[in-house]
Each structure stands twice: as C-alpha cells, then as structure tokens.
C-alpha cells in the first residue's frame, strides 16, 4: 500500500498518535462519536488512521507488514480544513478535516504545539494537491 512503502522509502510526511472520530459519513450524520486513540499517516496527500495506537513506534516504522489495518483514509485532494466550533466538541485542540467524498472527521490532541504541527502539515498537503 502506499502506506507501508512511504514507511520504507522514508517519504512520510508525519506520523503520530491523535485522538480521532469521524462525524459524517459520505454525507451520512453519524449518531454518535466514538473518539478513539489512532496511529495517524501522513504521506503522498493521503492520512490514514489506524484501528490502534499501539502499532506505533514499538515497531511499526521498521516492520511495516506488522501495521494494523487502516481504518480510515482521507484523501486531501479536494479536502478542507478548520478548527472545530466549539459545539462540535468540548474538547480542546480540535480539528475537522472534510473529505471530498463528505465524509467529516475530528482530530484531537491535549497540546496545542502537536495538534499545531498536524494542522500545519495536512493544511499544507491540502494546498499543494488542490494547486493544479
Ligand atoms: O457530541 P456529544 O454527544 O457530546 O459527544 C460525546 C459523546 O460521543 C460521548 O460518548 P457517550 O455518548 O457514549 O458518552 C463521548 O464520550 C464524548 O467524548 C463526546 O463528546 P466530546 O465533547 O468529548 O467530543
């Protein structure tokens, strides 16, 4: 997958553990928000949110066959980013990243320099795909 071979060929953008839900589905509201702890990609315009977190760094960057399955991945291109309204979440640091296909997600961690930098990066991925 592309994944596993940006882990291999050292392209990764980005790489961490966030705290994540999705909120709509292609359009679809979804009922309720099951916020859970993911090992989150970054890389070639694509962010992939793993079923765990616990994959991570124990192993995960040099065993790429040993990643979890994704659950889900957003492409960029066509996505839009922004800072959850507070009624969205009453958690802090949240952000909502819209997927082409209407598919809505928060993405969430307790310190702001970290969730920053991920801001920062998908922003930016959103940028370039959409230049052309
Ligand atoms: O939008 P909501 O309903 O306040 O979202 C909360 C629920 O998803 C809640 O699950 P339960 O309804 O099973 O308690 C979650 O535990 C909360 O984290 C959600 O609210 P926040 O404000 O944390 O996104």
Avoid: M
């Avoid at 709509?24 to 992939?48: C, I, M, N, P």
């Avoid at 209407?102 to 370039?128: F, N, P, R």
């Amino acid at each position: 997958s592309p994944v596993t071979a940006a882990l291999v060929t050292k392209t990764l953008d980005k790489a961490g553990v966030l705290h994540r839900t999705r909120t709509v589905d292609k359009g679809k509201r979804l009922r309720k928000k099951h916020w859970s702890a993911s090992w989150t990609v970054l890389e070639g315009g694509v962010l992939t949110f793993f079923k765990d977190s616990k994959t991570s760094a124990s192993g995960g960057l040099r065993q790429p066959s040993k990643l979890s399955t994704p659950e889900y991945t957003v492409e960029l291109k066509g996505a839009s980013l922004s800072w959850a309204p507070k009624d969205k979440s009453s958690k802090k640091n949240v952000l909502e990243l819209r997927s082409r296909d209407g598919s809505e997600y928060l993405i969430q961690h307790d310190s702001e320099a970290i969730i920053s930098t991920w801001h920062k990066a998908i922003a930016q991925g959103i940028q370039e795909l959409s230049a052309d």
